[in-house]
T-cell receptor, first 118, second 114 residues
Framework: EADIYQTPRYLVIGTGKKITLECSQT?????MYWYQQDPGMELHLIHY???????EKGDLSSESTVSRIRTEHFPLTLESARPSHTSQYLC?????????????????FGEGSRLTVL | KNQVEQSPQSLIILEGKNCTLQ??????????LRWYKQDTGRGPVSLTI?????NTKSNGRYTATLDADTKQSSLHITASQLSDSASYIC?????????????FGRGTQLTVWP
């Protein structure tokens, strides 16, 4: 069982509100990720981090921001939510490897945060 | 363009029956391919990983195959159970960069009926 936790699991808010999705892991992984998942579609990477004070934007353009002040914590923030932000947000972590030949790439996912913006 | 295509999009089978899910990819250079199972309302969980040199790997009732020449993988589920109802996602990693980039399929939604 992966030790990665997301809160809240479900959130319904109004347009224009600021929200923060929390993600914490206790596995000591350096690499952490945020993915967006819509029904019937592939996971899209929106943010990732290689370690403390490291954050990068992913493939899918997102108006959200992230921070990585502690190894175990990788919160995602939306300053002003809109209905187009309605989606499932999945946080994940993986071990750090420097040799691609040994990079198993296994991701450990949280249970997700389902966001609905009215 | 690196892509991962899965088929069928959805599948319904009766409990106890076998089924096979397909994954075709164009990712190059190839590093590894992983199958994930995602239960409704949960995050994906890894079932198995296939590297370039592996053809077949089993994990209980799950058997994955890889043909690196044709860039195809399959996940075979034997004697299906109700708990197998889930989305099965194929994820391919490239080795074009040190840390590997992941390409996701859209998943196959499997429903097992009693």
């Amino acid at each position: 069982e992966a030790d990665i936790y997301q809160t809240p699991r479900y959130l319904v808010i109004g347009t224009g509100k600021k929200i923060t999705l929390e993600c914490s892991q206790t596995m000591g992984h350096d690499k952490m990720y945020w993915y967006q998942q819509d029904p019937g579609m592939e996971l899209h990477l929106i943010h990732y981090s290689y370690g403390v004070n490291s954050t990068e934007k992913g493939d899918l353009s997102s108006e959200s921001t992230v921070s990585r002040i502690r190894t175990e914590h990788f919160p995602l923030t939306l300053e002003s939510a809109r209905p187009s932000h309605t989606s499932q947000y999945l946080c994940a972590s993986s071990e750090s490897v420097t040799d691609y030949q040994t990079n198993t790439g296994e991701l450990f996912f949280g249970e997700g945060s389902r966001l609905t913006v009215l | 363009k690196n892509q991962v295509e899965q088929s069928p999009q959805s599948l319904i089978i009766l409990e106890g029956k076998n089924c096979t899910l397909q994954c075709n990819y164009t990712v190059s250079p190839f590093s590894n391919l992983r199958w994930y199972k995602q239960d409704t309302g949960r995050g994906p969980v890894s079932l198995t990983i296939m590297t370039f040199s592996e053809n077949t790997k089993s994990n209980g009732r799950y058997t994955a195959t890889l043909d690196a020449d044709t860039k195809q993988s399959s996940l075979h589920i034997t004697a299906s159970q109700l708990s197998d109802s889930a989305s099965y996602i194929c994820v391919v990693s490239d080795r074009g960069s040190t840390l590997g980039r992941l390409y996701f399929g859209r998943g196959t939604q499997l429903t097992v009926w009693p």
